[in-house]
Each structure stands twice: as structure tokens, then as C-alpha cells.
């Protein structure tokens, strides 16, 4: 590989982390959201995997039972952490096209 190859490629990349740099701070702006117990518990949550907001029903709050509202809100934040990373995941793909970069190069 030439020094002019070698040149080319480095613009790329320094193109590429602008973009992912962007990306990234757009995706910190995005949220998702995801509940349990049929809407009983919400929870949002934005692209840097920050949880935003829990919404909970007070009919959902027993004070008999703290053990059920404690695992739903486990359910709902986590399934919403999930969506996040699906979604930062998702829009890394597409600037990247596909390419498997290693974890901490984006």
C-alpha cells in the first residue's frame, strides 16, 4: 500500500469518526421506551443507555406485594435498555456499513 492509499484511507476514517461522532450525539437525544404489566410500569430511556423516565400506575402499587412492582420495574428497564442498544446498534450499522468495528473504536 502506497503512502497516497495510505493518505486516502486516513480521510475516510477521520470522515467516519465525524459522522459516528454526530451520530452518537443525535442517538444521545433519542429515546425509547418499554413497559411491563401491560403499561403498569414505563420506563424511557435515551441512546447512551441513561434511563430517562418510570412512569408507575398507582394502581400497580400494593404495599402487601412491593416484590411484584420491584420485578416490573426490572422487566420494563431492562427491556428498554434493550431497545436502546438495538436502536444505537441499528443506526451504527447503517453509517458503517455493516462492518464489525471493535467496541471503543466508535
Do not use: W, Y
Not at 402499587?61 to 435498555?81: F, Q, R, S
Amino acid at each position: 500500500m502506497g503512502f497516497g492509499n495510505m493518505g486516502k484511507m486516513m480521510k475516510q476514517m477521520q470522515k467516519l469518526q465525524a459522522k459516528m461522532a454526530q451520530l452518537q450525539e443525535e442517538l444521545a437525544q433519542r429515546t425509547v421506551e418499554a413497559s411491563a404489566g401491560g403499561g403498569a410500569v414505563t420506563v424511557k430511556v435515551n441512546g447512551e443507555n441513561e434511563v430517562l423516565e418510570v412512569k408507575i400506575d398507582p394502581d400497580v402499587v400494593d404495599p402487601e406485594d412491593v416484590e411484584m412492582l420491584e420485578d416490573l420495574i426490572l422487566a420494563a428497564t431492562n427491556e428498554a435498555l434493550r431497545l436502546a442498544r438495538e436502536m444505537v446498534a441499528e443506526e451504527m450499522g447503517k453509517l458503517t456499513g455493516g462492518l464489525n468495528l471493535p467496541p471503543g473504536l466508535i
